[in-house]
């Protein structure tokens, strides 16, 4: 799964992508710093799989990762080619969720394109720029199906209906994605890539002095997700970045320092991989412990086709423990001797933290 890291320049995505992914980003304040998309994998925190080498002590432990892009910082006019604006658009089209950092505080040595922070006006440049794109599809997409429906199709004809409704949605300056779809208009969405139908996490950026508190800039933004039931993480880019060039014990003093329980990252990690309706199931033995990820609602063959497709086109069943289970009696034959190991057939839908073996023909 790709999340589009985005927002205005010089907010802190780069500062961003670079604590969580290491990967070194060009990082400077002017504009357009970033210009082609930087990319980076990132391991999803899950404490589960320390508990379990505690256990089986195995040569590899291997947690689920998820990938983020570092995109160009977009600018008022995108949608029509300002800035680097065809180009960040066409980079978002490609991820699955955006991850939109707005910046919530002040600072004269650090250039806002806009001259100050303001996280309302911030946070509405880019959505605005968003939904026009998409209206200027959906648009084109409304003459070409107009034309076909001249021969009286009637499917046609409720495409092209249902594609007028979500306009006006669009330009009521509300994104595709708080659009209230009835049941019969689902078919007709298959086809649409619209910027502002993917799932948004909105990441405040505060100062180091606002750090366990919610500062005004970042209220005003928790208020503006609520009105599209999205959710606000706050991190300071800046402190974050920090903790990466630390050993992990001096991190969780300074961390600790801070009254923070967790790092920014990873709270932004692990809301992502919710936010993306994504879960990991657990596999386990002396040679690798590893979470892999699926989307919640995935069937156990199709989670056997994670590791192998081999698992999945020969599967049997599936023999199931729950985590908690496992870690209370310490192994998988004391749970099996208390019947908690389940075999479970093609229709069980894998849960979270399901510790999983997979039976197959070859």
Same mark, same amino acid.
């Given at each position: 799964m790709k999340l589009g890291i985005v927002g205005l320049p010089n907010v802190g995505k780069s500062t961003l992508f670079n604590a969580l992914t290491?990967?070194?980003?060009?990082?400077?304040?002017?504009?357009?710093?970033?210009?082609?998309?930087?990319?980076?994998?990132?391991?999803?925190?899950?404490?589960?799989?320390?508990?379990?080498?505690?256990?089986?002590?195995?040569?590899k432990v291997t947690p689920a990762t998820i990938e983020f892009v570092d995109i160009a910082g977009l600018v008022e006019g995108a949608s029509k080619g300002e800035g680097l604006g065809n180009q960040f658009l066409a980079n978002?089209?490609?991820?699955?969720?955006?991850?939109?950092?707005?910046?919530?505080?002040s600072d004269p =040595? @650090?250039?806002? +394109?806009?001259?100050? $922070?303001?996280? /309302?006006? %911030?946070?509405?440049?880019?959505?605005?720029?968003?939904?026009?794109?998409?209206?200027?599809?959906?648009?084109?997409?409304?003459?070409?199906?107009?034309?076909?429906?001249?021969?009286?199709?009637?499917?046609?004809?409720?495409?092209?209906g249902f594609?007028?409704?979500?306009?006006d949605h669009l330009a009521n300056e509300r994104p595709a994605r708080t659009y209230s779809l009835d049941e019969s208009e689902i078919p007709f969405t298959k086809e649409l890539w619209l910027l502002s139908s993917k799932p948004v996490l909105y990441v405040a950026?505060?100062?180091?002095? =606002? @750090?366990?508190? +919610?500062?005004?800039? $970042?209220?005003? /933004?928790? %208020?503006?997700?609520?009105?599209?039931?999205?959710?606000?993480?706050?991190?300071?880019?800046?402190?974050?970045e920090e903790f990466?060039?630390?050993?992990?014990?001096?991190?969780?003093?300074?961390?600790?320092s801070l009254g923070m329980e967790q790092s920014g990252l990873d709270s932004i990690i692990s809301a992502s991989y919710k936010l993306l309706g994504l879960i990991s199931f657990l596999t386990i033995g002396e040679d690798e412990i590893r979470a892999w990820t699926i989307k919640q609602g995935t069937k156990a063959p199709q989670a056997a086709g994670k590791i192998h497709t081999d698992f999945e086109r020969g599967f049997i069943r599936a023999e199931v423990v729950k985590f908690e289970d496992l870690i209370a009696l310490g192994s998988i034959a004391a749970a099996r001797e208390k019947g908690l190991v389940k075999s479970e057939g093609k229709e069980y839908v894998i849960q979270d933290g399901d510790c999983t073996l997979f039976r197959f023909n070859v």
């Open positions: 290491h990967a070194g980003a060009a990082v400077a304040n002017y504009p357009f710093c970033t210009i082609d998309p930087n990319v980076g994998v990132v391991a999803v925190p899950d404490s589960r799989l320390k508990a379990l080498d505690q256990i089986y002590h195995a040569k978002i089209r490609e991820t699955d969720a955006i991850v939109h950092v707005v910046r919530c505080f =040595d @650090i250039i806002h +394109v806009s001259g100050k $922070a303001n996280s /309302l006006r %911030d946070a509405g440049i880019i959505q605005l720029e968003l939904i026009l794109s998409d209206m200027e599809y959906i648009e084109r997409r409304i003459e070409r199906v107009a034309k076909s429906a001249k021969s009286g199709d009637k499917s046609l004809l409720k495409e092209k594609l007028e409704k979500l306009l950026n505060i100062s180091e002095d =606002d @750090i366990g508190t +919610v500062p005004e800039e $970042a209220k005003k /933004l928790q %208020d503006y997700a609520q009105n599209e039931n999205a959710e606000v993480v706050m991190v300071s880019a800046k402190i974050e990466q060039s630390l050993e992990p014990e001096e991190a969780a003093e300074f961390m600790a």
